[in-house]
């Protein structure tokens, strides 16, 4: 090309998902229309890479001379909408991240880029094998929950060979079609099979009045079982109506199986499903249908945020406070909030729901920000459960046991009466701490500042934060003495060890992430729960969320004290929402529940609220004294994370890029300290906090002073993580 074409041919910016801190140029060939959102092939360097044909140029003028052309363009793949393109750019100064790192999140279903699957479809519906084995019940348990499969993702769901897959087919049992998506059938939006409560269907009008038009935050703040899911079910049906799509994200994917069913009870029709339990190809095939607009209603985890919907018309936060909202590796963000911008970009409105709702969106509502709707008592004849404390100083366990006697009795009496108990406690594996009785020796793990874990079941020590592990040796590694090494506190299993031996009739279940290999086997395990085939439930933080067990009337909390000992600011929200929401699993439906804390100080703020059911004034103390202390949401807060394999070297440069802080009118650079988890893999951490008023422009400041502080070299890496949730 001559100089003068060059300079008249066209160019259009194009992001690449890479840590790139902008858009670069390319010469669009001759007599093709390119358009921004269009995912193109480019050349960089010596290689060819996907990338999105950007809204806004980088504004550098590249010499003309130096340009490079498009290579190719994706027809067949929907564009990303210009909404996706503005998000993402959002997002990414928000957070600090090139945006070409969240680009990278919203692409992440690389299967929507090749041709379509030929949807070959595995289906159950034939009679039933004559010989059920557990592998064959797991097939067609994977297989009823509607997706469609080629054989080898039934055989990775399910975690069977496909030689299982084959002898059902054989028999039968499968039936291989080719099966619409599910989001290809309507939804039933006439609401005739819904029956509100008067309580309720006050809420669902006022709801839908703010979710009619536009952008606006509605805290839906309701009891556990008060029925909040019915209410926003009014204003998606509202959305849908409309032809515009509605997303509701759900803070852990336990949680999605049984609010699929339930969608599909109220609408006829299942909405589409996006988490990462799913195939890639079940993924490809989501990613396209939302971004060509036919998947008009879609669940799924807080990446679902990032999903490029060309026509999003309401956006519901379920349990609007939980922690699993916070991604805290690779793209730091917390999706309630990033819910909260998407809303406002798109004109869209936001439900945030909860029955604990976070400090930061109480205020809000205080400030007149956001709207509040209360639904203060449970649906139907269901009350609210009875708590109390128990006083373990008073009531001590035996020894060896963690169960005090008017929990255990408690637990009698619940089984006398044919219904169910859970109980809580935070912490995986059979003992948090092995130590040698003989010479004090405890098993710590080489690469990080924790204790391993013993797993009884597994026959190991593990650390919760790498993974490393080792066989429980027969004697101690330091002293050699045999029969020495003692299991300290209790975990999960521990507990089923005491509720073994004390009620040998009844049925256990664990609940807990080591116990299930995967989505499908704890969607099986809950709905176990659910139709009553487990008389004690033992669970970590996974029973806490969200779920409808019927028959449960007892929820025993091992261990109340837990959460608040720890040194975080936020432990007392933490723990106050954490064991509301697992206290509030008892007593749904006609039987009145009960919880029980099993605590060393009954008196503490957090115990006293819930004993009390006296939330609102504890979540007025907690303001108080975040906004005395002028901590989040009455301040901002970032923190800056150095890590390296070698102490000093992580220690050094936290130092240096301290130093390099420039002075600033309130704000004000903390540290470097010892990160609180000091090493993990093997990797030295300290941290910077940034404390900043809530006027002050932070990003900015952050993004000014890394530009002129020294750079991460050698192994070194440095995280940036706005508004971080342990501070
Ligand atoms: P929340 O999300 O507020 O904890 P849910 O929406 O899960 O409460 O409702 C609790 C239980 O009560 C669920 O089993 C739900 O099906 C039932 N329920 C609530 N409202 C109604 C209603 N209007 N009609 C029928 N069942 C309802
Ligand atoms: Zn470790």
């Known amino acids: 090309m001559s100089r003068e074409a060059l300079t008249s041919a066209k160019t259009v910016p194009v992001l690449l998902p890479l840590a790139l801190p902008a858009p670069y140029d390319y010469l669009v060939p001759e007599g093709k229309e390119l358009h921004p959102g269009d995912f193109v092939v480019v050349p960089l360097g010596p290689a060819l890479r996907m990338g999105v044909v950007w809204h806004e140029s980088s504004g550098k003028s590249v010499d003309p001379a130096k340009l490079r052309a498009i290579e190719s363009h994706f027809d067949d793949v929907p564009p990303l909408p210009e909404i996706s393109l503005k998000f993402c750019d959002w997002v990414a100064n928000y957070t600090l991240t090139p945006p070409g790192m969240v680009l990278r999140m919203m692409m992440s279903a690389s299967k929507a880029f090749e041709p379509p699957a030929i949807r070959f479809g595995v289906r159950a519906g034939g009679p039933e094998p004559e010989r059920m084995t557990s592998a064959r019940a797991r097939v067609l348990e994977a297989a009823s929950s509607g997706m469609i499969f080629k054989k080898s993702e039934l055989a990775e769901m399910a975690g069977v060979s496909g030689g299982v897959i084959d002898g059902l087919v054989n028999t039968g049992t499968l039936l291989q079609e080719v099966l619409p998506d599910p989001w290809e059938a309507s939804f039933d939006l006439t609401g005739e099979n819904v029956e509100l409560s008067d309580l309720q269907s006050g809420a669902a009008k006022e709801l839908c009045a703010n979710t009619e038009n536009g952008f606006v935050v509605t805290l839906l703040d309701g009891v556990t079982g008060s029925g909040k899911t019915e209410v926003y079910f009014e204003a998606i049906a509202q959305a849908?109506?409309?032809?515009?799509?509605?997303?509701?994200?759900?803070?852990?994917?336990?949680?999605?199986?049984?609010?699929?069913?339930?969608?599909?009870?109220?609408?006829?029709?299942?909405?589409?499903?996006w988490h990462s339990g799913m195939t890639s190809n079940m993924r490809g095939r989501v990613w396209r249908a939302v971004a060509n607009g036919q998947a008009k209603f879609v669940v799924g985890a807080r990446s679902a945020l990032f999903l490029p919907f060309p026509d999003l018309r309401l956006i519901v936060v379920d349990e609007e406070h939980d922690q699993g909202y916070k991604q805290e590796d690779r793209v730091t963000y917390q999706a309630r909030d990033?819910?909260?911008?998407?809303?406002?970009?798109?004109?869209?409105?936001?439900?945030l729901s909860s029955a604990t709702p976070s400090i930061e969106s109480i205020v809000n509502v205080e400030a007149g920000r956001y709207r509040h709707i209360k639904l203060e008592s449970r649906y139907a004849q269901a009350t609210l459960p009875e708590i109390e404390a128990i006083d373990m100083r008073k009531s001590p366990p035996e020894r060896g046991r963690w169960l005090a006697p008017p929990l255990v009795n408690a637990i009698e009496e619940t089984l006398e009466d044919g219904q169910q108990a859970l109980l809580f406690l935070n912490r995986r594996g059979y003992a948090p701490l092995t130590l040698c009785r003989n010479c004090g020796y405890r098993f710590e793990c080489p690469n990080c500042s924790a204790w391993l874990v013993e797993h009884r079941f597994r026959r190991r020590?593990?650390?919760?934060?790498?993974?490393?592990?080792?066989?429980?040796?027969?004697?101690?590694?330091?002293?050699?003495?045999?029969?020495?090494?003692t299991p300290c506190g209790p975990g999960v299993e521990r507990i089923d060890e005491e509720i073994a031996e004390r009620f040998p009739e009844a049925r256990r279940i664990i609940l807990s992430s080591d116990q299930l290999t995967g989505i499908e086997e704890l969607r099986r395990t809950l709905r176990e729960i659910e139709a009553g085939e487990a008389d004690i439930i033992i669970g970590t933080q996974l029973v806490a969320k969200g779920h409808h067990f019927p028959g449960l009337a007892l929820v025993g909390v091992v261990d109340g004290d837990l959460g608040l000992t720890q040194a975080d600011p936020r432990a007392a929200e933490r723990t106050f929402q954490l064991l509301s929401q697992v206290t509030g699993r008892a007593g749904r439906e006609a039987i009145k529940g009960k919880g029980l804390i099993q605590t060393y100080m009954p008196e503490h703020p957090v115990i006293q609220a819930l004993v009390e059911s006296d939330r609102d004034a504890f979540l007025a103390r907690e303001i108080e004294s975040r906004r005395d202390a002028e901590m989040p949401p009455f301040g901002r807060l970032a923190s800056i994370l150095v890590s390296s394999s070698l102490r000093d070297r992580a220690e050094t440069f936290a130092r240096d890029v301290?130093?390099?802080?420039?002075?600033?009118?309130?704000?004000?650079?903390?540290?470097?300290?010892e990160a609180p988890l000091a090493v993990i893999r093997g990797r030295y951490r300290y941290r910077l906090l940034v404390k900043a008023a809530r006027e002050a422009d932070l990003q900015n400041y952050i993004r000014l002073w890394l530009q002129n502080a020294p750079k991460p070299r050698a192994d070194l890496r440095l995280v940036v993580d706005i508004d971080p949730y342990s501070f």
């Open 338 to 351: 990033m819910a909260v911008l998407r809303g406002n970009l798109g004109k869209c409105p936001v439900v």
């Open 658 to 673: 301290a130093r390099a802080a420039p002075p600033a009118n309130k704000i004000e650079v903390l540290g470097p300290a």
């Open 461 to 485: 020590l593990e650390c919760h934060h790498c993974g490393t592990f080792l066989p429980v040796p027969d004697e101690c590694p330091q002293c050699g003495a045999e029969d020495s090494l």
């Open 240 to 273: 849908l109506k409309t032809g515009g799509q509605a997303l509701v994200l759900m803070p852990e994917i336990a949680l999605t199986g049984q609010f699929i069913d339930r969608c599909e009870r109220r609408f006829g029709a299942k909405p589409a499903e």
